[in-house]
């Protein structure tokens, strides 16, 4: 198998490892947080291999340009972008496989009752189900182009220490994946990022726009940017017959408001 063809099994082996991690009683406060960051990092490493499809000519997961040159390449030579990325991959898998042996080692001294996984149809909120099931589609079109599916093992976190190290390990690397393509494919990142963000609500936004600062911020430019296009849409005022004219913008609720010739009620609007 050459090496464009390993670069790939390696990526189908990541993204699919994500489907298998669960989280132990000790995530069980801000659950939501700790399942959405394991998706976000899945749906980028998915984003990637997206790319890298559309800009090499790949299909059904193997290359169908000439790679003749990548097929011979000594496993030192950086000069490669294909060789960098199968080497940064495998360092991926490293991290994941070793995570997977620190959890075992961890659930080995744990009591049974710190040994309960916890449960995301239970333990999710159902309004961020939505942003789980928008990710899930996302993953789902690298995966139906992807071809073999590649068979992974279940474990857990039990720790968040060792949680929270996965995933800053885990975003480094996926950031040097990202830095291999040049500066204009690396706008195909960006163009993904906003359609994995179609169809949240702002309420939604907003939550997942504090867990992306850590692990994508691809997509927390995306969210950024959705979330500043909502403000542009406002109630315009004007007022008349009264002390003078007011004419502006408001955004958000307005709250002790009457009208009518003879009403005298005072409403003050503005950002304090």
Same mark, same amino acid.
């Not at 790949?58 to 490669?80: F, I, L, V, Y």
């Given at each position: 198998?050459?090496?464009?063809?390993?670069?790939?099994?390696?990526?189908?082996?990541?993204?699919?490892?994500?489907?298998?991690?669960?989280?132990?009683?000790?995530?069980?406060?801000?659950?939501?947080t700790?399942?959405?960051?394991l998706?976000v990092?899945?749906?980028?490493?998915?984003?990637?291999?997206?790319?890298?499809?559309?800009?090499?000519?790949?299909?059904?997961?193997?290359?169908?340009r000439?790679n003749?040159?990548?097929?011979?390449?000594?496993?030192?030579?950086?000069?490669?972008?294909?060789? %960098?990325?199968?080497?940064?991959?495998?360092?991926?898998?490293?991290?994941?496989?070793?995570?997977?042996?620190?959890?075992?080692?961890?659930?080995?001294?744990?009591?049974?009752?710190? %040994?309960?996984?916890?449960?995301?149809?239970?333990?999710?909120?159902?309004?961020?189900?939505?942003?789980?099931?928008?990710?899930?589609?996302?993953?789902?079109?690298?995966?139906?182009?992807?071809?073999?599916?590649?068979?992974?093992?279940?474990w857990?976190?039990?720790?968040?220490?060792?949680?929270?190290?996965f995933?800053?390990?885990?975003?480094?690397?996926?950031?040097?994946?990202?830095?291999?393509?040049?500066?204009?494919?690396?706008?195909?990142?960006?163009?993904?990022?906003?359609?994995?963000?179609?169809?949240?609500?702002?309420?939604?936004?907003?939550?997942? %726009?504090?867990?992306?600062?850590?692990?994508?911020?691809?997509?927390?430019?995306?969210?950024?940017?959705?979330?500043?296009?909502?403000l542009?849409?406002?109630?315009?005022?004007?007022?008349?017959?009264?002390?003078?004219?007011?004419?502006g913008?408001?955004?958000?609720?307005?709250?002790?408001?009457?009208?009518?010739?003879?009403?005298?009620t005072?409403?003050?609007?503005?950002?304090?």
């Amino acid at each position: 198998m050459d090496i464009a063809s390993n670069t790939i099994s390696l990526l189908n082996f990541a993204i699919e490892c994500f489907n298998y991690i669960q989280l132990a009683r000790e995530f069980e406060q801000e659950f939501s947080t700790y399942q959405l960051k394991l998706d976000v990092l899945q749906v980028r490493l998915s984003r990637w291999g997206e790319v890298l499809r559309s800009t090499s000519g790949t299909k059904n997961g193997s290359q169908t340009r000439d790679n003749r040159a990548t097929q011979h390449k000594e496993p030192g030579d950086d000069a490669d972008p294909v060789m %960098k990325a199968y080497q940064i991959l495998s360092s991926i898998q490293d991290t994941i496989l070793s995570a997977q042996r620190h959890a075992r080692r961890v659930e080995a001294r744990l009591g049974m009752t710190d %040994k309960k996984l916890l449960d995301p149809e239970l333990h999710v909120p159902t309004d961020l189900k939505k942003i789980r099931l928008r990710f899930r589609e996302c993953v789902r079109r690298w995966k139906a182009k992807a071809g073999k599916v590649v068979e992974a093992t279940k474990w857990a976190f039990y720790q968040r220490d060792s949680f929270e190290k996965f995933i800053t390990d885990m975003s480094s690397l996926i950031s040097e994946l990202e830095n291999l393509f040049p500066e204009e494919t690396r706008q195909k990142l960006s163009e993904l990022s906003k359609e994995e963000c179609s169809g949240i609500s702002k309420s939604n936004l907003e939550e997942l %726009k504090e867990i992306v600062e850590e692990c994508d911020p691809w997509l927390e430019s995306a969210v950024d940017e959705k979330l500043q296009s909502g403000l542009g849409a406002g109630t315009y005022i004007t007022q008349s017959h009264n002390t003078g004219m007011v004419t502006g913008i408001h955004r958000g609720d307005i709250n002790g408001v009457s009208n009518g010739n003879n009403n005298k009620t005072r409403n003050y609007w503005g950002r304090h």
